[in-house]
């Protein structure tokens, strides 16, 4: 009986958590420095160093090829608009790029007990604007470009959650507002600003950290 | 007498104290290990495919969009 209790107090928890919004405000689920998350850390050293491709690109157009001509325009002319339409900018110059599952691109990587496993692939900006990628792709590239505009790293975090209404992980990026609520930059060009959503947040990285939800 | 045995409670309480601080120490260093690795293998998988919802974008960011998306084709085609 105290099973069966416990199992109905849970499943009337369950729905509140997942329709609470994202919050930037829990230092308590810090979990570690995002270089512990060696992929996420590989694609941040790798970003760091595409970087002088595109400040070679912004500084003079004849260095620019391909896609960071678009780049160009959208990072110079965006960088004249006010926040809330950089954000919606940004949102839709990532979402109009190539969907592409990663399933073929998870990194095999073998553990110690000589077992393969799946992991995420995090792409660099420059990667997801010539290849494409998928829905963490999209908010890793939302994420490197609004730095590029000047938004500050600790306002910003792409984040892993269960979505309720597909059944699945999904990513998303998550904007800090002053109120320390958040908005999430959707696939779909929406920018979610109201606190409910069908997320149920797993976990969430940026270059200073990684924050774990589920402790 | 006296001061010896304070002596020794002191160092005693020291070693204990400073025990307690590396346990601790790997104990949280074992908790972020595990947490990483079960964030490690969490595989995004929603299918989530990029759409236009029906809002329309606003004019300024729709004249920055299509410029962007003209200067591609063009170094498409050159």
Known sequence: VPNSRLALALSLLLPIAATAGYRFDTPETYLAEAEALPAWGATLARHLEERFVIQSCLAAE???DGRLKGLRIVLEKGENLAPDKQLRLVNRYVNKRRYRKDRRQMSLSVAQGGQAKLRNHWTTLLDFLYKGGDCE???TAKYFLLRELGFAAEDMRIVVSYDHSVREHHAVLAVRQDDDSSWLLEIDNTIRKSRQSNYRFIYAINENGIWDHVQ | MKRTVAAIFCLASTITLAQDANEADVDNKDHVDLRVSVIES???TAE????????EADEDIAAILDEAEESEEEQTSE
């Open chain 1, 62 to 64: 004849e260095h620019c």
């Open chain 2, 42 to 44: 969490i595989v995004v």
């Open chain 2, 48 to 55: 989530k495919l990029p759409s236009a919802n029906d809002e």
């Open chain 1, 137 to 139: 792709d999209y908010a």
